[in-house]
């Protein structure tokens, strides 16, 4: 396999298309969780992401497939016809690893080392995507981003809004425990 076809585009216009891609690629998880994944058509997948896992693997995984599967497609036609579809392609491809690390790996530890973020802006994505993990069943959630998340303080009022009865145990999301 040749990447000779690259050498027809300049690279920093490329990579420029692949770091926007990455944003949109935030914005389209964003809409694609809440309306779809968590909608009618969609939760059939994803309802095994908010159960506990039994495997290796969840049924919601399918949607990481079909993403990739896009994300080939785009790397085709960019190596057969216009190259910044390839580099769409690779803005996707990169959006998934991120999305991998964050979600897969440092909230649900699906690789074999454990860490927690103690501070900063990665500690806020961890706890805002437990908060996420606070309800059970597809109603009522909050947080449904993968690399931009809100405040914690902002997402615990919506939560309390949408749940005046309370969630799930502070014991199994202490995020909830501390006041705020
Ligand atoms: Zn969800
Ligand atoms: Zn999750």
Redesign the pocket.
Known sequence: MSFAFLSTFPVWQGLLIALGVVVAMEATAYAV?RWV??GPLGWGW?AS??APRTGLFERNDLYAVVFALLAIGLFTAGALGPVWAWYVGLGTTLYGILYFIAHDGLVHQRWPFRIVPKSGYLQRLYQAHRL??AVDG?DG?VS?GFLYAPPVRVLKARLRRHHPRGVRDPEDVPELRSGG
Do not use: A, I, K, V
Request: net charge positive; hydrophobic share 20%; with cysteine.
């Open positions: 969780h994944m968590h994803h992401h908010h996420h993990h597809r959630c449904f």
